[in-house]
């Protein structure tokens, strides 16, 4: 049982150029969610997914889109890449109640 | 306001009691949660109350819960070094996790 998995942990990207986060559960989690963490700003949830072939803006949604073709993988998109994505990225789902979290990805535009 | 508030920093000594708070914004929240950061890694679940509780111990971690005042509070007894971490509270604001709202963190340094 592996939780949340995210995909790649390290990113180097320069500006402009595009890439894909890739999360994936195995809980059965109707519920996934992107956020991002900066210092000093806490989690900002990006975008979110209520079901499979669902998803809806968050806080920060501008710069990034999101796609649930399966339940079990959330996808988060960036097309052009601007430095001020330089960022950790956290995937996180649940089914309804307290979530758990991916180990993150590290991601800076250069 | 709709912000969750935390304390940004707080230190304490090994084996001394750490109290973290919280205010949260929105008094039908159901559940009440505190997540621990450790450096380089996720968010994890550490404990939650439910919001018709006002106290819930489990082992070294107890937390209390003030509905009228919105405060929440986490405290660990006898810290520990491997305690250090950055402590989110979080709030779903409906039953349906769709308006989880964090705090900014609480990074707690324990010194020796």
């Known amino acids: 049982n592996a939780g949340v998995t995210q995909t790649p942990k390290f990113r180097v990207l320069k500006t402009g150029q595009s890439m894909t986060l890739l999360c994936a559960q195995d809980m059965n989690h109707e519920y996934m969610y992107w956020y991002r963490q900066d210092p000093g700003m806490g989690l900002r949830l990006i975008h979110y997914s209520v079901g499979e072939g669902t998803t809806a803006k968050g806080e920060v949604p501008d710069g990034y889109n999101v796609s649930r073709l399966k339940k079990q993988n959330f996808l988060l998109g960036l097309e052009s890449a601007a430095p001020s994505q330089t960022s950790v990225y956290f995937c996180a789902s649940s089914y309804g109640g307290g979530y758990t979290f991916g180990s993150g990805t590290r991601l800076t535009v250069v | 306001g709709e912000d969750v508030e935390q304390s940004l920093f707080l230190s304490v000594r090994e084996g001394d009691s750490s109290v973290i708070n919280c205010t949260y914004t929105d008094s039908s929240s159901t559940y009440l949660y505190w997540y621990k950061q450790e450096p380089g890694a996720g968010l994890q679940l550490l404990t939650y109350?439910?919001?018709?509780?006002d106290m819930k111990q489990d082992q070294r971690l107890t937390v209390l819960l003030n509905k009228k005042d919105k405060h929440l509070s986490l405290r660990i007894a006898d810290t520990q070094t491997g305690d250090s971490a950055i402590y989110f509270c979080a709030e779903n604001r409906d039953n349906y996790g769709q308006n989880f709202v964090f705090g900014p963190g609480t990074r707690l340094s324990v010194l020796p």
């Open positions: 109350i439910f919001s018709n509780m």
